[in-house]
């Protein structure tokens, strides 16, 4: 057996594997023998079927198998001793010109393109700078997280008339170009939230109904367009809720107001436990806290995302994109051309972040411990339970589920990926200057959405 390579340039290679038969019978001869062993045909008796038999109805499928097999340690073992950082999996590449009888004599010679990662150096220091966000509440997301919390646990009633904010419980019916009812048409009842429309004339007009007032209105404009939510609304598919042209008229059923809750100690310890809150300014302060926690999630997340970019902004070098494109296309024989143009550039993007991680994680000596792991995918789960349920798990509980959670290799790999992201995240954030700067939410949002 002869195995070659022929470099094309720094990132693309061809190796060429020559299997000649002295190098494949005795593996093939043996694979025979066994599978006479295990046959059972008519004719004969278990273990007695002849050798030429077993050669003559499946040689060359058992021959196809072993070549296989030895070309995929064979080449796996090359680019390991090689020590060939390679991108994607070898490509093997069709001759045309080459046809093999299979009869057991072939001189074989098989040609693999091979994508391999750039070579490049990365290195962070103190001249690094990035800013770190420490989002502050304005009063204006105090007020509004203290309302929904007081409506949530607030009271329903049922005015005379419609104030902003408010619910109408109403019939939608869809109407003809001359403003009859759409014989056939769609219709459906519903509540449709004052908070949510979009647009303010609509809204307006929709403030002081009372029960069986009509209103005729264009419901794709009242919620901008906005089509799941007017196929949630009237319950048909986005698609032709995106097409809809007609106007609707609305007929009021029922007015509906939740009431925001009292704030005395009843509702303080429903909310916190008994004697935690006992005031208007703990209670304040409280949600302050919370507030605060949740912000500074959203600005580690930030910063992270500022790592991202800013790493690959900063490490500059080719990948081998055309081997790549067609390493895609041979994995998912579904992709079009299309998609594989337009989601290119997202996954050159984090193939380069994967490379980079790997290179600190190497140069660095940063490692990941299955404790780490462990812990990581634990609190995850833990909270998600919290969302559907204010019952906690107890601590042996949550290690049950998260075993078995990782014993899916799927989630194990997804995990894996998320700490080994975390732990780079880290090792950056050490030495490089991080420079502080205190921020409103309201204004937090808007850098987050621009």
Known sequence: MNISQEKIDNLNTVVKININPEDYQPKVEKAMKDQAKKAKLPGFRPGMVPVAHIKKMYGKSILVDEINNMLSDTLNKYLDEEKLEVLGQPLPKVDEAKEYNWDFADNFEFTYEVGLAPQFDIEFSSKDKLTQYVIKVDDETLESRIKNIRRSYGKMTNPDVSADDDVLYAELTQLSPDGSVFEGGISNITSVRLDQIKNEDIKKSLIGLKKDDELVFDINA?????????????????????????????????????????????????IFGEGIVTDEAGFRAKITEELEMMMTQDAE?????????????????????????????????????????????????????????????????????????????????????????????????????????????????????????????????SVITLDNKEILFSDFNKLATA
């Open 301 to 429: 997340r930030k910063l992270q995302d500022e790592i991202y970019n800013y790493s690959i902004d900063k490490v500059s070098f080719e990948l081998p994109d055309a081997f790549l494109k067609r390493w895609l296309k041979a994995t998912n024989e579904k992709l079009s051309e299309e998609e594989l143009e337009g989601g290119y550039a997202d996954f050159a993007k984090n193939l380069k972040w994967t490379l980079i991680e790997n290179k600190l994680m190497k140069e660095n000596n940063i490692d990941i411990k299955y404790e780490e792991v462990f812990e990581f995918a634990k609190g995850s789960l833990e909270q998600q339970f919290r969302m559907y349920s204010p019952q906690a798990l107890t601590e042996e509980q949550l290690g049950q589920y998260t075993v078995q959670y990782l014993q899916n290799k799927e989630n194990a790999n997804k995990v894996f990926e998320q700490v080994k992201a975390l732990k780079v995240f880290d090792y950056i954030k």
């Open 222 to 270: 009242a919620f901008d367009n906005d089509a799941a939510k007017v196929a949630g609304l009237l319950k048909i598919e986005e698609d032709e809720a995106a097409d809809l042209k007609s106007n609707f008229k609305l007929t009021v059923k029922n007015v509906n107001r939740l009431e925001e809750g009292d704030l005395n100690q009843e509702f303080f310890d429903k």
